[in-house]
């Protein structure tokens, strides 16, 4: 049984998951044998790592190019002021380390790009999407998708946020947003801001997507996307089905997201 | 046609309308096709169809992370 392969340090630390009839200490030691890619160690990004490392996903891997700034501080609670003018990554993987010893934390400060998303993404058990622009965030749609790795999106935007979890046998982004808007015509956080608790929120939800999609238990939030406003505490799902003709997930997709500029609509040609 | 706009996260708008497209209906809750997908039964519909939909969802787009 897996779960005898837990010492008795992680019996301890697990102990709370491995008490629950839907974890036990096999689910624990799948957490702790999974591989989790973390798009983005930003203000959704910062609690999805957190909480990751804190369930003990045996690897987690985080991309972003970034580096921390003043204005970041506010909501992306991984990095401190002493980090600012540094990677992200750096932020992460010193929290990470700190907090626990059994994950292998593979931090790549690059930018996710067509030339490097099938080597990122292809082999991780899940995905999630915490990226802060458009281009990106089709990119993980599609490489996850084309790859059949299964992903959480998560989007915040003032008081509102978007959560949606793509599986191989479900709709993904595109069959909601078939294509980015143009340039300009969606604000992003820096020109309409964002509270600064919101991705505290949607980032949790992630998570749980993530450790849950990990487990196999509870039933994932795929075919409907969650909007959640904090500013009147309600929640709300809207029905997707999937699209027969979607260039990505439908019954004739692309082969590659080298078929995909990511720019401007982010359109397949 | 009797149709229900649905904005996701806003309001709920009723419209009276004849040979309208999904564009005009946007245009009447202030929303910018750029911005929104416009969703009939889960699916996404042209902006520039004509409304044939009793109940119509409008599901903002949203960048931020």
Redesign the interface.
């Known amino acids: 049984m897996a779960g005898l392969d837990l010492d008795p340090t992680q019996l301890d630390r697990y102990s709370r998951h491995i008490i629950m009839d839907d974890v036990g200490p096999e689910g624990q030691a799948a957490l702790l044998d999974a591989d989790v890619l973390v798009v ?1 160690a ?4 910062s609690p999805v790592i957190e909480y990751l490392a804190a369930a003990g996903v045996g690897t987690l891997a985080v991309v972003d190019d970034d580096t921390v700034e003043r204005s970041n501080l506010q909501r992306q609670i991984l990095h401190r002021d002493a980090d600012v003018g540094t990677p992200k990554v750096d932020s992460a993987r010193r929290y990470v380390t700190d907090l626990n010893p059994d994950v292998n934390f593979e931090g790549h400060a690059v930018r996710l790009t067509r030339e490097n998303a099938r080597d990122l993404l292809s082999d991780r058990d899940f995905v999630v ?6 281009g990106t ?1 089709y990119l993980v749609n599609d490489a996850c998708v084309l790859a059949g790795v299964p992903f959480s999106h ?4 003032k008081f ?3 959560a949606l979890t793509v599986t191989p046998d479900g ?1 993904c982004y595109r ?4 294509e ?3 340039e300009g ?2 604000p ?2 820096a020109t ?1 801001g ?1 509270l600064g608790v919101l ?1 505290g929120t949607m980032g949790c939800l992630q998570a749980t997507e993530a450790v849950k999609s990990i487990l196999g238990v509870g039933d994932l939030l795929t ?1 409907r ?1 969650l ?1 959640y ?1 904090a500013a009147s505490v ?1 929640f ?1 799902e ?4 999937r ?1 027969p003709d979607c260039p990505v997930c439908g019954d004739d997709p692309i082969e590659s997201v080298e078929d995909v500029e990511y720019t401007g609509g982010c359109t397949v040609a | 046609m009797h149709v229900t706009v649905e904005v996701v996260g806003e309001d709920v708008h009723e419209f009276d309308v004849e040979g309208a497209s999904y564009a005009d209906l946007l245009e009447r809750v202030d929303l910018s096709p750029h911005e929104v997908s416009v969703m009939v039964d889960g699916r996404p519909v042209p902006e520039d169809q004509p409304v044939e939909s009793e109940h119509v969802t409008v599901l903002r787009l949203v960048q931020g992370g």
């Not at chain 1, 998560?154 to 935007?157: E, F, P, R, T």
């Open positions: 983005g930003g203000g959704l990004g999407d915490c990226t802060d622009n458009f965030r998560g989007a915040i935007y509102e946020g978007q709709p069959c909601v947003f078939p980015a808007p143009e015509t969606v992003d956080c309409a964002v991705p075919g996307m909007h406003d309600g709300e809207v029905p997707i089905a699209d």
